[in-house]
T-cell receptor, first 112, second 111 residues
């Protein structure tokens, strides 16, 4: 089983719709969680951290479920500019060192 | 601030050649790392460093060397390039728990 698993998609969603992605992780010692966005042929960029209480940043909402070991990302009122690959990232600390594990990404295309 | 700067952006090597990918950050981050990204594989950690003078191996270290003589710089050396090292390479830096800042990447082709 992969340490971090995501549905690769692609998700083709009409503009204005709501879309949600899930990501599961296998290491129960994982301590911090992130969503990154990666545009085609560009570097990943931090979209948002994910907290146990859930957090929201404009149209984006992230949730963490430690018991079931998954995190989610919800995008409301999707825009054409949201088209990208979304990477789920899980951070575990092992003997004081970080171990950042990336999912393979979920590809999202917003259709006009 | 420039953030994380990687050079070169593109490189073509012949099998057996060596080269160094450069990475520099100006955010005074202690933690730096190198990843490679291949289709369907996600980002995989090659080497990382938790501070000047300290480096360690990641998930896929074979064929690569690193050093960290200063906080700012973290070069990645390919000792004898192989076609399997054709990939996109990203350098990243972070301060603890604040997520990673990535460089713009180096697209390497080994022929």
């Amino acid at each position: 089983r992969k340490e971090v698993e995501q549905d690769p998609g692609p998700f083709n969603v009409p503009e204005g719709a709501t879309v949600a992605f899930n990501c599961t992780y296998s290491n129960s010692a994982s301590q911090s969680f992130f969503w990154y966005r990666q545009d085609c042929r560009k570097e990943p960029k931090l979209l948002m951290s994910v907290y146990s209480s859930g957090n929201e940043d404009g149209r984006f909402t992230a949730q963490l479920n430690r018991a079931s070991q998954y995190i989610s990302l919800l995008i409301r009122d999707s825009k054409l500019s949201d088209s990208a690959t979304y990477l789920c990232v899980v951070n575990a600390f092992n003997f004081g060192n970080e171990k950042l594990t990336f999912g393979t990404g979920t590809r999202l295309t917003i259709i006009p | 601030n420039a953030g994380v700067t990687q050079t070169p952006k593109f490189q073509v090597l012949k099998t057996g050649q060596s080269m160094t990918l450069q990475c520099a950050q100006d955010m005074n981050h202690e933690y730096m790392s190198w990843y490679r990204q291949d289709p369907g594989m996600g980002l995989r950690l090659i080497h990382y460093s938790v501070g000047a003078g300290i480096t360690d191996q990641g998930e896929v270290p074979n064929g690569y060397n690193v050093s960290r003589s200063t906080t700012e710089d973290f070069p990645l050396r390919l000792l004898s390039a192989a076609p399997s090292q054709t990939s996109v390479y990203f350098c990243a830096s972070s301060s603890q728990n604040y997520g990673y800042t990535f460089g713009s990447g180096t697209r390497l082709t080994v022929v």
